[in-house]
């Protein structure tokens, strides 16, 4: 943890009191200059703090960043945020989650970026990645279950981005196999979950997520292949990111605990609960092949339960998912 950090949890656990500069220095063993350099960049940050003649400083207002003593603050979990790592900007946070994983990183480990300069959708896609909009993260799980399990983990990741939307911007979020949050029929969010492991033992599981959350109109490529929103767009309201990642991770850490406790029904029934195209007759684009039919739940590895026209089930398990006539 660093100077900048300890300094804000100094602050954090002493609301509207001011703290002397001597206080600090003496309670973090750093020199009074080294305290007053990291106020100077706290305030540069956008931290109003107030400076009061023999009395010190008080914390007044933080601002909307992601860094990781924010996080860490009042964040309640068992498992996950244990250790969190932030970044202004990054390539992809799953990407660096995947090497701080292979180098030994806990489970619970949590990188978040502000800004990706590769971040990455399904398929390869692309995922547009704005400063100071919107929440990237990736969460570092190292589950012991069989192999064929972790896809569940997949669905675990979209009901609690689905009801954090719901709970903390007041949205009707819905899930789409096998990885898409929806708004009104547009995506809001898209998960990235990736897997190390070898014959029948997972190493670590990287649960990749990125929701949309204050991204405005104008800020979308005009490329996208598919309707597009956010949060604010939606609800008219701006989120404030750390009340929704801290949500997001509380919300995660009790599904995971739930999950390896209780297996994937009570998973799977909520996944169902939040999709609008259980019972309904969709069309499923597999690139060489067209299916359609009435989707009727999923299976226990995940794969998409379509009932054709002749009473027979398939299982899909790839493929582009579309309600018939949209």
Known sequence: MTSRDKILNLFRSHPDQYLSGQEI???LDI??????????????LGFEIEA????????????????????????????????????AEIDS???????????????????????????????????????????YCSILLRPDIPLHQASQLTFLSAVAVAETLNDVCGLTAKVKWPNDILVGG??????????????????????????????????????????????????????????????LLEKLDLFYNEFLRDGFVPIRRRWESL??????????????????????????????RLQLENGTVERILAGDVRPVGE
């Not at 020199?31 to 706290?42: I, T």
């Not at 008080?58 to 979990?77: G, K, V, Y």
């Not at 019972?279 to 299976?299: F, H, I, R």
């Open 31 to 44: 020199s009074r200059a080294a305290v007053w350099k990291q106020v100077k960049a706290l305030r540069d």
């Open 186 to 247: 547009a995506k809001i969010s898209g998960l990235l979950n990736e897997m190390n492991a070898e014959t029948e033992q997972i190493h670590f599981v990287i649960l990749g997520i990125g929701v949309n959350l204050n991204m405005l109109t104008e800020q979308f490529p005009q490329e996208l292949n598919y309707r597009a929103t956010s949060a604010l767009l939606e609800s008219g309201r701006p989120v404030d990111r750390l009340l929704f990642l801290r949500s």
């Open 275 to 304: 999709c609008n195209t259980i019972n309904a007759v969709v069309e499923v684009d597999m690139g060489n092949l067209k299916l359609s039919g009435t989707v009727v739940g999923l299976d226990p590895d995940g794969a998409l």
């Open 25 to 27: 220095s003496r309670t």
């Open 52 to 87: 009061k003649h023999s009395s010190g400083y008080r914390l007044l207002a933080s601002p909307d960043l992601l860094l990781a003593s924010e996080i860490e603050n009042r964040l309640n979990t068992r498992l996950l945020g244990t250790s969190v790592v932030t970044y």
């Open 93 to 135: 946070t799953n990407t660096e989650l995947r090497r701080l994983a292979e180098a030994g990183a806990v489970e619970g480990t949590v990188v978040v970026a502000d800004r990706q300069s590769a971040g990455r959708g399904r398929l390869g896609r692309r995922w547009e990645s704005p400063s100071g909009v919107n929440l």
